[in-house]
């Protein structure tokens, strides 16, 4: 079956860049289905941050996309999440998702947390 | 504030019904189709709920979903103690251009 594994740094400075993998086994990212990244703070609910398209098409929420990118790379089956200038309210559980017209198939998610 | 308002806390008793709201607007749920997550604690959130009313395979059927205008309510139906878990709801929306999550319904079986 298809499965996501988050990989990140787990701890980050505050003003630093995060960068996030996800891995996808069961299933080609090149065959088609989109990708997305969702993040989850502590102790709050879930904030969509960005999806993309096999074809490389992207879609960003507005509220971040002036300091997010998202990525893929197809040889190795995997997709990524770049975030730049952290601060401490990007503190959250990071889970990658695939993405039909809902999120179908999660990871276990990644927690991230930014210190000053 | 979420775009999508659901009722931060539901609770019932074993056996019971429970209803979760889900409002919206012409931009999201008035326009595409509705889908509910649930999320067991300490847990990933899990799709519970696609296309407004359908079960992905392994789902319990009482758990049914339905949507009317800009509202989708996610019905629990012979409430269970394993139902005790986070609710969400999410759906795109065309004026945001991207997928929004309710704020989430934290459901207790009393």
């Known amino acids: 079956q298809v499965q996501l594994q988050e990989s990140g740094p787990g701890l980050v400075k505050a003003s630093e860049t995060l960068s996030l993998s996800c891995t996808v086994s069961?299933?080609?990212?090149?065959?088609?289905?989109?990708w997305g990244w969702i993040r989850q703070p502590p102790g709050k609910g879930l904030e969509w941050i960005a999806n993309i398209h096999q074809s490389g098409s992207t879609h960003y929420n507005p509220s971040l996309k002036s300091r997010v990118t998202i990525s893929l790379d197809t040889s190795k089956n995997q997709f990524y999440l770049k975030v730049i200038s952290v601060t401490a309210a990007d503190t959250a559980v990071y889970s990658c998702a695939r993405y039909g017209h809902e999120f179908d198939v999660w990871g276990q998610g990644a927690m991230i947390t930014v210190s000053s | 504030q979420s775009v999508l308002t659901q009722p931060p806390s539901a609770s019932g008793t074993p056996g019971q019904r429970v209803t979760i709201s889900c409002s919206g607007s012409?931009?999201?749920?008035?326009?595409?189709?509705v889908h509910w997550y649930q999320q067991l604690p300490g847990t990933a959130p899990k799709l519970l709920i696609y296309g407004n009313n359908q079960r992905p395979s392994g789902v319990p059927d009482r758990f049914s979903g339905s949507k009317s205008g800009t509202s989708a309510p996610l019905a629990i139906s012979g409430l269970q103690s394993e139902d005790e878990a986070d609710y969400y709801c999410?759906?795109?929306?065309?004026?945001?251009?991207?997928?929004?999550f309710g704020a989430g319904t934290k459901v207790t079986v009393l």
């Open positions: 999410g759906a795109w929306d065309d004026s945001l251009n991207g997928y929004v």
């Open positions: 012409s931009s999201n749920i008035g326009s595409h189709t």
């Open positions: 069961g299933y080609s990212i090149s065959s088609g289905y989109t």
